[in-house]
């Protein structure tokens, strides 16, 4: 299944036990926050959070409730790509982006009404979505991943300009959008 190589990709990616003082996300364990682990039951001490717990957080937060399931049964790439970004960024900024991209995609309208940039994935988003990837034919899901890394790439560099101790994870954050 999809999903199974994706969590494991990520958890591979995340490692065990990160506690670095320039992450404002505090103490994690496979990826998952501290904060993200004690909203979803977790009491423990984050060194022993179970990788079973990350795997369902994963699959629930990041997959299924923001229904990339359902864009994955379209465009398998993207909802990867898609998935990856709501890892870390959030689904609702992932799904922005998407939206946004659908939008400037659709050539004034003319292929399809734009969406609300909302962050979610409903009825209108995932017709936009098989309107674009039919109109744009052989090629159209890559055009639309790169814009969906596009965009993540731009708000990286924005956060380290923001703040200069995320400079500390620039270079880490852009490394594994490359491939």
Same mark, same amino acid.
């Given at each position: 299944?999809?999903?199974?190589?994706?969590? *494991?990709?990520?958890?591979?990616?995340?490692?065990?036990?990160?506690?670095?003082?320039?992450?404002?996300?505090?103490?994690?364990?496979?990826?998952?926050?501290?904060?993200?682990?004690?909203?979803?039951?977790?009491?423990?001490?984050?060194?022993?959070?179970?990788?079973?717990?990350?795997?369902?957080?994963?699959?629930?937060?990041?997959?299924? /409730?923001?229904?990339? *399931?359902?864009?994955?049964?379209?465009?398998?790439?993207?909802?990867?790509?898609?998935? *990856?970004?709501?890892?870390?960024?959030?689904?609702?900024?992932?799904?922005?982006?998407?939206?946004?991209?659908?939008?400037?995609?659709?050539?004034?309208?003319? *292929?399809?009404?734009?969406?609300?940039?909302? +962050?979610?994935?409903?009825?209108?988003?995932?017709?936009?979505?098989?309107?674009?990837?039919?109109?744009? +034919?052989?090629?159209?899901?890559?055009?639309?991943?790169?814009?969906?890394?596009?965009?993540?790439?731009?708000?990286?560099?924005?956060?380290?300009?923001? /703040?200069?101790?995320?400079?500390?994870?620039?270079?880490?954050?852009?490394?594994?959008?490359?491939?």
């Amino acid at each position: 299944m999809m999903i199974d190589d994706l969590i *494991d990709g990520v958890i591979d990616r995340e490692g065990g036990y990160i506690h670095h003082p320039a992450d404002r996300g505090g103490a994690t364990r496979f990826g998952i926050t501290e904060a993200v682990a004690r909203a979803n039951g977790y009491t423990g001490d984050m060194r022993h959070f179970a990788r079973p717990a990350a795997v369902a957080i994963y699959r629930q937060l990041y997959w299924s /409730r923001p229904g990339l *399931d359902r864009v994955a049964d379209r465009a398998p790439a993207l909802a990867a790509e898609l998935f *990856d970004t709501g890892v870390n960024m959030g689904p609702a900024v992932a799904t922005g982006f998407f939206q946004r991209a659908l939008n400037a995609l659709n050539r004034g309208g003319r *292929d399809y009404p734009d969406v609300v940039p909302d +962050g979610r994935i409903g009825a209108r988003t995932l017709a936009a979505l098989d309107a674009f990837l039919a109109t744009r +034919g052989a090629g159209a899901e890559t055009v639309l991943v790169k814009a969906v890394e596009a965009l993540q790439g731009e708000r990286y560099l924005s956060l380290a300009e923001q /703040r200069p101790a995320n400079e500390a994870f620039l270079y880490g954050w852009l490394a594994q959008r490359i491939g």
